[in-house]
């Protein structure tokens, strides 16, 4: 029988992504399929710095480090998709559409992110994104990435 392992532990992901702390906002990796979908975990815990400031007395996780969490997902499944970095195949973030924060995100929490690529053609990648904490959604998104020489 052939297994196939589609899970990312922090050091894969430190090898994909150019983001380190306090920016790296992907933990694990727990499944994916290439050109499809992404399933990833961010840990969210007291002592990262945004939390002393965002708000003291009630604190929470900004809600556009959520959907940086969301392009970091779909900059790993791009990744994955393509095989390797390549600098005339590289995408850039570049729009972010119908995004809605339903619920807060709170020390402790642990946010499953889920992306699906939308739409695709040789220069265009569009991201279905979802976030979800104990099982109920706290921000849902359209995140668009294009390539590097259309801009």
């Given at each position: 029988?052939?297994?196939?392992?589609?899970?990312?532990?922090?050091?894969?992901?430190?090898?994909?992504?150019?983001?380190?702390?306090?920016?790296?906002?992907?933990d694990?990796?727990?499944?994916?399929?290439?050109?499809?979908?992404?399933?990833?975990?961010?840990?969210?815990?007291?002592?990262?710095?945004?939390f002393?400031?965002?708000?003291?007395?009630?604190?929470?996780?900004?809600?556009v480090?959520?959907?940086e969490?969301?392009?970091?997902?779909?900059?790993?499944?791009i990744?994955?998709?393509?095989?390797?970095?390549?600098?005339?195949?590289?995408?850039h973030?570049?729009?972010?559409?119908?995004t809605?924060?339903?619920?807060?995100?709170?020390?402790?929490?642990?946010?499953?992110?889920?992306?699906?690529?939308?739409?695709?053609?040789?220069?265009?990648?569009?991201?279905k994104?979802?976030?979800?904490?104990?099982?109920?959604?706290?921000?849902?998104?359209?995140?668009?990435?294009?390539?590097?020489?259309?801009?």
């Amino acid at each position: 029988m052939n297994v196939v392992n589609n899970t990312l532990n922090i050091k894969k992901i430190l090898k994909i992504l150019p983001h380190r702390y306090p920016f790296l906002l992907i933990d694990q990796v727990v499944n994916f399929e290439k050109f499809k979908y992404l399933q990833a975990i961010k840990n969210c815990t007291i002592n990262e710095p945004y939390f002393q400031g965002h708000f003291l007395n009630e604190p929470i996780f900004p809600g556009v480090l959520i959907v940086e969490a969301m392009a970091q997902a779909a900059s790993i499944l791009i990744y994955k998709s393509l095989g390797k970095l390549n600098i005339n195949k590289l995408y850039h973030f570049v729009g972010i559409d119908n995004t809605r924060f339903k619920k807060t995100v709170i020390p402790g929490d642990q946010i499953f992110i889920e992306v699906t690529i939308l739409k695709s053609n040789k220069n265009i990648l569009v991201f279905k994104n979802t976030a979800v904490v104990n099982n109920n959604i706290i921000c849902k998104s359209n995140i668009t990435f294009a390539k590097k020489y259309l801009f």
